[in-house]
């Protein structure tokens, strides 16, 4: 049997301010490489990062339209997105050409090539929720959101001391740490994306957040193996 992962990559985890990110996209593509050799197959989703913040800040002060500063960070995350499916073709990995503009062309794109790697779709939400999307149109068993936050904490641990991580939580759980599913202002938001909360709670679709710069856990959760971070069950 194959098994189908689809894991959000965090635009952070690719352009971060601060770490080895050539080391780390060389790691990510050895742990792609292993599952597929595995005989798995797997959806990326990549997220925008400082490319993403750094188009709407030059726009934002003269465009008061959500929807247009959103298709900044959409343009941003399917430019990282053809930086991550290169990188990937180059390492003799067989990931689908095209970076698919919409969920149901991934899908398809799945039945036929070990990998697809794909990043934002329309305005009104994130990759978070594209991958979420993705992990139930390919029959997923769960969605994998790399970040760059080792767990879901109980409370923002940047404003609230006595957040505590989570190892374990329900969706509804989660959806009272993000907020109600409403896309509010493009870039950054909650730690998971609430539309793409909404989404896993309408499909019935457990989450897995985790650390990506931590390559091994991130191998070891698309394996279906223990992991360290934050497991959020249906409930
Ligand atoms: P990201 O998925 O990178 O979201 O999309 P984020 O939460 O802002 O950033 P990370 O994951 O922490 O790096 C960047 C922006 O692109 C728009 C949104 O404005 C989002 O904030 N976007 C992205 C969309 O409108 N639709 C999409 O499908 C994806």
Known sequence: MTSVQVVALGGSLLRPEVMERHAWLEGMAAVVAEHVAAGGRLGLVIGGGQPARE????????????????????????????V??????????????????????????????????????????????????????????SCIIATNVSHVHSADPATDPDAVARERMTLSELQEIVGPPEHVAAGPTAVIDPIGVQVAIDAGLPLRVLDGRRLQQLAACIAGEAFEGTAVEVG
């Open 55 to 82: 188009a709407i800040s030059l726009a934002q002060p003269l465009l008061d339209d959500v929807a247009r500063l959103d298709e900044l960070g959409i343009a941003a995350t399917r430019l990282n997105a053809t």
């Open 84 to 141: 991550v499916q290169q990188i990937l073709a180059g390492a003799g990995i067989d990931v689908a050409a095209a970076i698919p503009i919409d969920v149901e062309h991934a899908a398809e794109l799945l039945e036929q090539h070990a990998v697809v790697v794909m990043g934002g779709t329309v305005p009104g939400h994130t990759t978070d929720a594209v991958a979420i999307r993705l992990a139930v149109a390919v029959g997923a068993g």
